[in-house]
């Protein structure tokens, strides 16, 4: 493997090794804190600092999310053009390192604000940069067209999807302190980050069989894939021996 592959395996090794396991932990002290909060008889038995660290916790997973998500879209924008062809234009280059930043930046003020507002306001802020950035023309995205089957399986809208969810509860996450309806929609929210959190291990998995080596691309993609057949296949085909018996 080139160190070109090794960029590409980024993504989903941090999401293997950091996002997944997180998601565990989330999700074990999330329901120990509802067990907390409706089961009296039980509430001793369970650490009182779980709802602060299921919350805390939710941060960092939500920032792993972000930041995965965008290591994903630079590695793409970087070695379909970038790294092959280094005389691209400098302008776009500094537009978009400025829009990688400010997205960063809206993340970390999405950590400080207080207000409602503010937290709605650099959540929304924080998607949009995603957004901008996964719309450059090197990001593979399947299909674009919401009414089509490929779009809602497709690794990048689904994970956009997945990215929206997480910060909204992020945002959120000081209200369900205070009101039922809240923690409800906090709920609702986990469990469709649940199910696009599984779309997304499969999805990826299939990315992963289609993504060829950096040595192999010429070829790969020469082949007609409608018909399923590359250049040479027939020849290639090598006729099984026959072994006739001795004496």
Known sequence: MEFVDWLWILHPALAVV???????????????????RVDRAKARQIAPTAGRDHKDLGKWLTTGMVAIVL????????TKSFWSDP???????????????GTVVALLALWRVQQRWQRFLFALLTWGGVLGLGAQ???????????SFAFWTSHYWT????????????????ETLRRL???RLHLAVSIMAGILLMIQGISGAKDL??????????TIWSCDFNARRCPG???????????????
């Open 209 to 218: 069989l289609e993504i060829p080596l950096s040595w192999q691309k010429p």
């Open 87 to 101: 005389g691209q234009d400098p302008v776009r280059a500094g537009y978009l390192l400025l829009a990688l930043g």
């Open 233 to 247: 296949g027939e020849q290639a085909r090598v006729e099984p021996a026959i072994l006739h018996p001795v004496g």
């Open 18 to 36: 950091v996002i997944y396991p997180l998601v565990g932990m989330v999700a074990y002290l999330g329901r120990q804190t509802r067990r907390r």
């Open 159 to 174: 994970g956009v999807g997945l990215v929206a969810l997480m910060l909204f509860s992020m945002a959120i996450s000081p």
């Open 71 to 78: 290591v994903a879209i630079a590695v793409s924008v970087i």
């Open 181 to 183: 309806a809240w923690r």
């Open 137 to 147: 023309p090197e990001v593979w995205r399947v299909s674009d067209d919401p009414t």
